[in-house]
């Protein structure tokens, strides 16, 4: 029988809350020593006053981190009306919330299959689970070839660039990064949607590496849209989701 872990809340402080766009935002937390997979994620909760009542206020959030690095990192955006995004976006350093314990998820490498290649697709911050796992050894070790393709409206929010550029100087012959901006020019990628580009084709080819169901496993993080018509796309060519039970090619987490 599993033994049920049950999860613990831990006092973390703040030690910076990077703004990056109007929406888009970076908080590093210090806390104490937290075990987790790259990939996890964890739930941070901080009192909020709604309609003059004071609350405790959650949501989870993938971490960016890899387990060996000491400061925790999220990557997460004001959501409009949303109370704790625009709580967190009012942290500055020294300020103090919960964060649980243990990290939680299913979206971490021990749990996909060992194939030649291996495509990790995200919208907005769904990028930041595979940041952590790019920062581990063992992906490098065990994909002939990694693809990273991130989605984003605005070229303003490929964000992470200076860590994605060095994944790409580290291992040139094994990593892509491919960009995709739907809503203005990207001379250095893609100006359309990601599903789209698969569609078409031009995924493919600016990457270089075909999905295939013989030798290839694909990783999508993002929102629901995206995760469906990707799912749709990738059954046409006989992929479908992995699970311990019954093994295949896709593996997902929803960001809503």
């Given at each position: 029988?599993?033994?049920?872990?049950?999860?613990?809340?831990?006092?973390?402080?703040?030690?910076?809350?990077?703004?990056?766009?109007?929406?888009?935002?970076?908080?590093?937390?210090?806390?104490?020593?937290?075990?987790f997979?790259?990939?996890?994620?964890?739930?941070?909760?901080?009192?909020?006053?709604?309609?003059?009542q004071?609350?405790?206020?959650?949501?989870?959030?993938?971490?960016?981190n890899?387990?060996?690095?000491?400061?925790?990192?999220?990557?997460?955006?004001?959501?409009?009306?949303?109370r704790?995004?625009?709580?967190?976006?009012?942290?500055?350093a020294?300020?103090?919330?919960?964060?649980s314990?243990?990290a939680?998820?299913?979206?971490?490498?021990?749990?996909?299959?060992?194939?030649?290649?291996l495509?990790?697709?995200?919208?907005?911050?769904?990028?930041?689970?595979?940041?952590?796992?790019?920062?581990?050894?063992?992906?490098?070790?065990r994909?002939?070839?990694?693809?990273?393709?991130?989605?984003v409206?605005?070229?303003?929010?490929?964000?992470?660039?200076?860590?994605?550029?060095?994944?790409?100087?580290?291992?040139?012959?094994?990593?892509?990064?491919?960009?995709?901006?739907?809503?203005?020019?990207?001379?250095?990628?893609?100006?359309?949607?990601?599903?789209?580009?698969?569609?078409?084709?031009?995924?493919?080819?600016?990457?270089?590496?075909?999905?295939?169901?013989?030798?290839?496993?694909?990783?999508?993080?993002?929102?629901?849209?995206?995760?469906?018509?990707?799912?749709?796309?990738?059954?046409?060519?006989?992929?479908?989701?992995h699970?311990?039970?019954?093994?295949?090619?896709?593996?997902?987490?929803?960001?809503?």
């Open positions: 029988m599993t033994a049920i872990v049950r999860t613990s809340w831990h006092k973390a402080e703040v030690v910076a809350n990077h703004r990056w766009t109007e929406r888009l935002l970076s908080l590093r937390i210090r806390t104490q020593a937290m075990p997979k790259a990939g996890q994620f964890v739930t941070l909760r901080l009192p909020v006053v709604v309609n003059g004071t609350e405790l206020v959650a949501k989870s959030y993938s971490l960016i890899a387990p060996h690095e000491a400061e925790v990192e999220i990557f997460y955006n004001i959501v409009p009306n949303g704790l995004s625009n709580a967190l976006a009012r942290l500055v020294g300020d103090h919330l919960e964060i314990q243990p939680k998820g299913f979206f971490v490498l021990e749990e996909i299959p060992t194939v030649a290649n495509w990790m697709v995200a919208t907005g911050t769904g990028l930041g689970p595979y940041l952590s796992i790019l920062k581990t050894a063992e992906v490098w070790e994909f002939q070839q990694i693809v990273l393709v991130h989605s409206p605005q070229r303003e929010e490929l964000l992470y660039a200076d860590l994605i550029q060095g994944f790409a100087r580290k291992n040139p012959q094994q990593f892509r990064f491919v960009a995709c901006v739907t809503r203005e020019a990207n001379p250095a990628g893609l100006e359309t949607r990601v599903t789209t580009a698969l569609a078409s084709g031009a995924l493919e080819a600016l990457a270089g590496l075909e999905i295939k169901a013989e030798d290839s496993h694909v990783m999508l993080c993002g929102n629901h849209n995206m995760l469906d018509d990707m799912k749709a796309l990738l059954a046409e060519r006989g992929m479908q989701r699970l311990r039970h019954k093994p295949g090619h896709i593996t997902t987490e929803q960001y809503f």
